[in-house]
Each structure stands twice: as structure tokens, then as C-alpha cells.
T-cell receptor, first 112, second 115 residues
Framework: GQSLEQPSEVTAVEGAIVQINCTYQ??????LSWYQQHDGGAPTFLSY????GLEETGRFSSFLSRSDSYGYLLLQELQMKDSASYFC?????????????FGQGTTLQVKP | KAGVTQTPRYLIKTRGQQVTLSCSPI?????VSWYQQTPGQGLQFLFE???????NKGNFPGRFSGRQFSNSRSEMNVSTLELGDSALYLC??????????????FGEGSRLTVL
């Protein structure tokens, strides 16, 4: 079957750095994405990795190792507003389609 | 630029009824995907429409169906509702073609409660 594993909960303090890991097992792989969702809100796109390595966007970075079927999202200088759920998602289709396989999500709680 | 609009935002139905949810994508986006979000199962792909054609389908029973119109607006329908269909139904639009990150732009969702 196809699955993505990520921790269910992570807690950190303001100003700290937190890493959310994601391992995947899918029939195909054409990229790993990360989405953020605040309570009651729409998921919003954070990053995308198609190739091995680190992608940096401001305070957020995402890493991918295709040989290990593993990626992570790194959040630096945590702020209270970063408290949300974070989902990794795999595109298992070579086309630029809207079909993604999502992990169960990691709830990040940032404490003062 | 307007975002993805979903209607209705909240609705309550009883078992056996049917429901139709609507989604207006971002202007210029030709792909509309639908996802079901529940606490136990997370975000699960239902189906995707591109240029009025179903391009992908997830593992859901035939009670779940959808369509896309020529203006890219999409509707999904669930017939013979069951208690387990209670969920947040999210619509996402994307360019849907060519290269790129495949970034999905989600709407706020339609929260369906089945009693």
C-alpha cells in the first residue's frame, strides 16, 4: 500500500527550531510537498522538493532524500502563529495533477 | 486574485439523503481536486477534474461523484449519505499542466454533518 509516516504531535517553545520528519512508501514518487493548516482553515502550500537536497524559504526549509524515502520540514525562529498542523504529501503521478497522497499530519504546538 | 470558493460552508443532512457541494477555482486554473478530511483518516483524495474530464479517482465508493463545467467550476455529489460521510470536504485548484511544484490552492472547505 501507499503510506506516509509523520509524528502526530510536536511541542516547542518560541524562538526554537523544530524538525518534522516524513517517511514515505508509495508506488511512484515525483515530489514531496508540505502544507500548513491552522484550525478550521484551508491547507496552504509551504514547499516542494523533487530532487534531493535542501530548499529554503524564509524561516522554513524542506529536505528530501529519495534514496531513504525521507524528508523533513525545518521551522526556525518559531513564532506562536506557527502553531498549526503540518502535512507532508507525495505526488505519485508524473503529470502535474492535483492528486496527492497526504500523511496524517503533525500538530505543532508552540509555547511561549 | 480571488481564492478558491466553496459553498456551502456548513451543512447538516440525515442518513439516506444526498448532498451537492460546489467549488469555484482560481481564475485560470483548469484542475480541480476534491479531498475528504476526517480526524481518523486525514486528507484523502477523492477525484480530480481537468478540462471537464475526470483525470484521477481515489478509493471511494460510487456514491461519491463529481463533475466540472466549462468555466472550471466543479461540483461533487454524495448520494445515500452515511454517518461516516461526516467530514470536511476540501476543494483544491491548480494549474494542472506543465512543469512546476503542482501547488494546490485549497478552499476553506464544506463541513458536512450526517445525522
Amino acid at each position: 500500500g501507499q503510506s506516509l509516516e509523520q509524528p502526530s504531535e510536536v511541542t516547542a517553545v518560541e524562538g526554537a527550531i523544530v524538525q518534522i520528519n516524513c517517511t514515505y512508501q508509495t508506488s511512484g514518487f515525483y515530489g514531496l510537498s508540505w502544507y500548513q493548516q491552522h484550525d478550521g482553515g484551508a491547507p496552504t502550500f509551504l514547499s516542494y522538493n523533487a530532487l534531493d537536497g535542501l530548499e529554503e524559504t524564509g524561516r522554513f526549509s524542506s529536505f528530501l532524500s529519495r534514496s531513504d524515502s525521507y524528508g523533513y520540514l525545518l521551522l526556525q525562529e518559531l513564532q506562536m502563529k506557527d502553531s498549526a498542523s503540518y502535512f507532508c504529501a507525495v505526488r505519485d503521478d508524473s503529470g502535474n495533477t492535483g492528486k496527492l497522497i497526504f500523511g496524517q499530519g503533525t500538530t505543532l504546538q508552540v509555547k511561549p | 486574485k480571488a481564492g478558491v470558493t466553496q459553498t456551502p460552508r456548513y451543512l447538516i443532512k440525515t442518513r439516506g439523503q444526498q448532498v451537492t457541494l460546489s467549488c469555484s477555482p482560481i481564475s485560470g486554473h483548469r484542475s480541480v481536486s476534491w479531498y475528504q478530511q476526517t480526524p481518523g483518516q486525514g486528507l484523502q483524495f477523492l477525484f480530480e477534474y481537468f478540462s471537464e474530464t475526470q483525470r484521477n479517482k481515489g478509493n471511494f465508493p460510487g456514491r461519491f461523484s463529481g463533475r466540472q463545467f466549462s468555466n472550471s467550476r466543479s461540483e461533487m455529489n454524495v448520494s445515500t449519505l452515511e454517518l461516516g460521510d461526516s467530514a470536511l470536504y476540501l476543494c483544491a485548484s491548480s494549474v494542472g499542466a506543465g512543469l512546476g511544484t503542482g501547488e494546490l490552492f485549497f478552499g476553506e472547505g464544506s463541513r458536512l454533518t450526517v445525522l
